[in-house]
């Protein structure tokens, strides 16, 4: 099965990101644990911001990086899943439905493990921690099994964790957000009725769209709602479609190699007027043919792999282990652990196998059940989502500790299960 150009590059960008993010997570534990834990943890609660008169914006260092840093994060994840809903593995029913119902399954069942294990307690509240899968350590893991694993599974993990982002998406704007302010979010409704009226009219300018994007977030920050939401809503307001097709691009080429050939008398490093004209017209048709979508992808995809997400591992991931940690606060850690290492395979695996059952969708070709189970095992890697509902979830400084602790623990021995699952069933084949 080949991949198109997009998926290639969208899979080696996570999967590379991932080295990054595992490198960024073990120098927070190793400076947590150390004699500079202090100025680690001094450094990201220290208050950054602006004074305007008597009016001051600003929030610590930590809460930059998750609630403004990680929005652009969020943005790429939205620019993503309308690329694979209108042209990718998302595009239709028969495509989508089978690694769709394996993400729902495997949102669903660690959701209930955590919850029926801590109902009626002061941490129900983190149903949301098992629920996510971190894309970029679990296409990193598979990577390195490299044939050992058939590419329809890659394929299959990519779009299941695209549907699991969105579906973290809809739980963060549903459960984590705060007291809503009606003014603010209606405020943030024009926003968005602008942004598709923008997009409707046929803008294709980036800066528009960000511009107002800014405003959105800012809004729908002050509303209550947790602000990353907003720049998934921007992200399917971005326009797909380019302000010339390649066709006339091409023509216009052909056009310039016949008349707008410029010749000086002599060979100099400096260009004449013709020429820089010339070459300001090449630019400006080129920006007009890209899409604007892919455009703002390619240019973020760099920057979240490996320097956002990275940095908010760092920010993130510091927990201080000590003889006294308490993993008895509720039932916090078999919730998070039992959610990721069990819950997710198991969900993953009853949800697909139904779902053949009862003729809803077809398993992809060259996929085996085991196969399968050895995904929803590396789909347990929650790491980067799970702690950043984490914050969401708890107020409590040893609850949100705790929480740290297991999903790293879980994560780990996810990774390391699904890696052993996944090579003795490419043993047993040979």
Known sequence: MRMTQALADFIKSESFGGIFLAISTLMALGIANSPLQHYYREFFHYEFGFTFNKYHIGMSLRDWINDVL???????????????????????????????????????VPGVIYYALNYDTNSSHGFGIPMATDIAFALGVMLMLGKRVPTALKIFLVTLAVVDD????????????????????????????????????????????????????????????????????????IPVRAKQDFSAFQAQLNEWSKIKVYQTQEDSVLLDAHKVEFIHEIRENILHTQNPLLRLEHFLQPWSAYFIMPLFAFANAGVTLQSNFNFHIDHIFLGIFLGLVVGKPVGIFLTTFLCEKFGIAKRPTGISWLHIIGAGMLAGIGFTMSLFVSGLAFDNEAARELSKVTILIASLSSCIVGVIFLLLIGKSKN
Not at 200 to 208: A, M
């Open 70 to 108: 990680m929005s652009f994060f969020f943005l790429l994840v939205g620019l993503e899943i309308k690329r694979e809903m209108l042209f990718g593995e998302l595009n239709s029913f028969s495509k989508a439905a089978f690694p769709a119902i394996a993400a729902i399954g495997g949102m669903i």
């Open 166 to 237: 969105l579906g973290a998406i809809v739980v963060i704007a549903l459960f984590y957000g705060g007291n809503i302010q009606v003014m603010w979010l209606a405020v943030a409704g024009i926003i968005i009725i602008v942004l598709t009226l923008c997009n409707s009219k046929g803008i294709k300018l980036l800066r528009v769209y960000l511009i107002l994007g800014v405003l959105l977030w800012i809004f729908v920050h002050m509303s209550g709602i947790h602000a990353t939401i907003a720049a998934v809503v921007l992200a399917f307001c």
